[in-house]
């Protein structure tokens, strides 16, 4: 920081002069992008009408192949199901009518129009061959529902006279023959002539929009260029005076280090600001040494020490866990004060072990400890749980030669507590529930509307 000295550039002037520069080349820009938009919109809307017009022939067909399968279902086996098929497709789902419709509302399509009605006038001349073919097959069968156009069917007096056997076969001759097919394919080849024009239209609709959008791409590659100087101007100068300022800080913040002051005057005004906090806090941290803020025994932050951490604390993200050994006495009484120091002494390093390094251990009592949670927004109970199962189990194992050890717990979560002294009631709270427990639990404040939660 000291003894830098570079040109410094207000944020202010700058935005003045950017708002100024865009104002001028944005009219350009709106312009070009403006024409582009409508080309490519000319375009989409040729495509799109394209599609649906080829849509739309191809359904004509697809209609026609279905009443025909249906028919010709129905006169194999005399199947009900076809025949009620075959009417809800003519007369109620109707493809092949709405395939005209959509033809008909298309722009320049009047030959295509032409040629698919010319299949749908096949189609249905089609049909009454296929009614005449399934009246047959109702005589036959004997049925006696039917669509009403069927009854208006006059039966020839050759083919009344047949037997049903017989009526089903002239059936299946009637849409099976050669002549059938035919038919068929004169409906083909007017839908293939529908999709031939509908070619022709869309070739010649894409051909005029580009030429009109390669125009139109030339005149935005000019704009572009234009502006490309004056956007490489403004990344320079943002870089200079604002990215590279901020980025060079935030090293500086993780190596515990104070702020160069240099960049805009505006940054220049935050780091020495900065810098001014950093040294205050400086001084305060040296003054606070380690033996005044740590238990000897222990190494965890002694009640100075906790006393210094809950200034400093964000509630919003800090659970505070109060850990209270139970029967703390009798190991004193029982194995003597130096068992018990180890007792103290395996409590924080099974905190340590189990927690994160940024997560903070204090003895604020004889056998009593507290851990911060920190920077725990996304930590759930779940894990919390689950590290209290850990904890227990390695303060349970006697390998190290320490009498097993039991802890009851007390949780609070910092954002439901307005200060730092509802905390530490609530949590203290908590922690004597699971001493009414049974010892060797941990409860979570009743202000988080959880309910006890003994060790499993």
């Not at 004056?230 to 005076?241: C, E, G, N, P, S």
């Not at 050994?325 to 099974?350: A, P, Q, R, W």
């Not at 009631?425 to 010892?439: F, I, L």
Request: glycine letters at 4%; aromatic letters at 10%; hydrophobic letters at 40%.
């Amino acid at each position: 920081m000291a003894g830098i000295k570079r040109k410094r550039i207000s944020h202010r002037r700058v935005h003045f002069w950017l708002v100024i520069i865009i104002l001028i080349f944005s009219g350009s820009v709106i312009y070009t992008t403006f024409r582009l938009t409508n080309s490519f919109k000319r375009i989409t809307a040729a495509a799109k009408q394209h599609s649906e017009l080829q849509t739309a022939a191809n359904e004509l067909m697809n209609a026609s192949d279905y009443l025909t399968e249906q028919v010709q279902r129905f006169t194999l086996n005399g199947d009900r199901r076809f025949l009620d098929q075959y009417f809800t497709e003519a007369f109620e789902s109707k493809r092949r009518e709405e395939a005209i419709k959509k033809m008909d509302m298309g722009s320049g399509t009047e030959e295509a129009l032409r040629q698919l009605q010319k299949a749908m006038d096949n189609s249905i001349e089609l049909m009454d061959r296929e009614y005449y073919a399934m009246r047959l097959v109702i005589e036959a069968k004997g049925y006696t529902e039917y669509p009403d156009i069927l009854k208006s069917i006059d039966i020839r007096p050759e083919d009344i006279a047949l037997s049903p056997d017989d009526m089903i076969r002239r059936a299946n001759e009637i849409v099976l023959n050669d002549e059938y097919y035919e038919k068929k394919d004169r409906i083909r080849k007017g839908m293939q002539e529908s999709l031939n024009e509908v070619e022709k239209l869309a070739q010649s609709v894409d051909d005029t929009e580009q030429t009109l959008l390669k125009r139109e791409l030339m005149i935005a590659r000019t704009a572009i260029l234009m502006q490309a100087a004056l956007v490489f101007f403004m990344i320079w100068l943002t870089t200079r005076y604002s990215i590279t300022p901020v980025l060079r800080a935030i090293e500086q913040v993780k190596a515990d280090l104070p702020i160069d002051e240099y960049g805009s005057d505006e940054f220049i005004y935050l780091a020495k600001a900065y810098n001014k906090i950093y040294q205050k806090n400086k001084s305060s941290l040296e003054h606070l040494s380690f033996k005044a803020s740590h238990d000897e025994l222990t190494g965890a932050y002694n009640r100075a020490g906790y006393e210094h951490l809950l200034t400093s604390i964000d509630l919003d993200t800090t659970y505070m866990m109060l850990f209270d050994v139970d029967d703390f006495k009798s190991f004193n009484d029982i194995y003597g004060h130096e068992t018990g120091d180890k007792v103290l002494i395996k409590v924080v390093k099974v905190l340590r072990k189990v927690f994160r390094n940024e997560d903070c251990i204090c003895r604020i009592g004889g056998d009593e400890f507290v851990v911060f949670l920190v920077h725990s927004g996304s930590i759930n109970r779940s894990l919390i749980e689950s590290k209290i199962s850990q904890i227990h189990a390695e303060l349970k194992d006697t390998k190290d030669g320490v009498p097993p050890i039991s802890v009851s717990i007390g949780i609070m979560n910092g954002k439901d507590a307005a200060d730092t002294s509802i905390l530490f009631e609530k949590a203290d709270e908590a922690m004597y529930k699971s001493k009414k427990n049974g010892k060797g639990t941990y409860t979570f404040s009743a202000s988080q509307g959880n309910e006890e939660m003994p060790e499993e």
